[in-house]
């Protein structure tokens, strides 16, 4: 190997050696008399080494095989969601525009419609600043195998979009959305709901708006309220938890049985509360987003 003379070493050669001691580059500049516009001048001109498009197009090939198992198991992920979930759960570094170019290259994309509602809002919903402020509760049902309509009760807290407590049957009664309720409350206010002045909002229902509900809710300090009609906003967190609960569990999948169901409902429960990228929350999980919180209250 051919060593270089003193005369061949460049000033920025130079400059990055004394650099390496911890000297910044203004000092050393003014130490060697050397003009810094130079200095900055060279380096831009200094050849940039850049990767084949072979080596990019294996990386390519590598984060496609990851996004289509996401894909796989979440149809209806954007790109968003699907790079904050690479980022964040599987710590992988990679930037929107490139999750995005993968897959719209590959079709990956989620194809969707916009609908515009006829019915307009009278008022708009509360908006939570705290945990336990504002919590919301709702029923959906779908088809099981053998067994016939099954309805599930969540109570989903609007500020971390937790989902707080819940009730799986084959029947919508009053005695479930309690059930669902009471779980939410022993879990999530060791204090008793009445000392966080905490509101729970639902639609105008017969089992939320039945006297036993009423009661409970009242029993328990829990400032009730319901929608107004004609107000689709009204308890849009809860319904748009709703949603994304379909599309991840009801539309890809078929039940045979109530015990198959409620596993498929538990699993996904779980794995929204501990893994989802949720937007509104900077694409952390409600308990990612919790633990946050709780790290600043203690720092």
């Known amino acids: 190997m051919k060593k270089k003379h003193k005369s061949d070493v460049t000033?920025?050669?130079?400059?990055?050696?004394?650099?390496?001691?911890?000297?910044?580059?203004?000092?050393?500049?003014?130490?060697?008399?050397?003009?810094?516009?130079?200095?900055?001048?060279k380096i831009k001109e200094q050849p940039k080494i850049v990767r084949s498009q072979s080596d990019r197009e294996k990386q390519n090939g590598k984060y496609l095989e990851i996004i289509k198992d996401i894909k796989t198991d979440h149809h209806f992920w954007g790109y968003r969601r699907v790079r904050a979930y690479m980022k964040y759960k599987l710590k992988i570094s990679i930037s929107n525009n490139r999750v995005y170019r993968i897959m719209k290259v590959n079709d990956l994309m989620v194809k969707t419609k916009k609908y515009k509602a006829k019915r307009t809002s009278q008022r708009s919903k509360p908006r939570p600043d705290k945990v336990n402020q504002w919590w919301g509760t709702d029923m959906t049902k779908f088809y099981v195998n053998s067994v016939g309509w099954l309805y599930l009760v969540i109570v989903i807290d609007w500020y971390t979009k937790k989902v707080l407590g819940y009730k799986l049957n084959i029947r919508s009664k009053a005695d479930d959305w309690i059930e669902a309720l009471d779980m939410a409350v022993e879990g999530n206010c060791p204090l008793g709901a009445r000392e966080y002045n905490l509101n729970l909002m639902s639609?105008?229902?017969?089992?939320?708006?039945?006297?036993?509900?009423?009661?409970?809710?009242?029993?328990l300090g829990i400032n009730h309220i319901t929608t107004s009609y004609s107000n689709p906003k009204g308890n849009a967190d809860t319904e748009r938890f709703m949603r994304t609960f379909k599309e991840e569990t009801i539309y890809p999948n078929e039940f045979d049985s109530f015990a198959e169901a409620k596993i498929a409902v538990e699993s996904f429960l779980k794995f929204y509360n501990e893994d989802y990228p949720h937007s509104t929350l900077g694409y952390l999980s409600p308990i990612d987003f919790e633990n946050k919180l709780n790290y600043k209250d203690v720092a």
Do not use: F, H, M, W
């Open 11 to 41: 000033d920025n050669e130079i400059i990055d050696q004394i650099k390496e001691k911890g000297l910044a580059i203004t000092v050393v500049c003014e130490l060697l008399s050397i003009n810094r516009s130079n200095y900055y001048r």
């Open 203 to 219: 639609d105008n229902g017969s089992q939320p708006t039945s006297i036993k509900y009423e009661k409970t809710a009242a029993l």
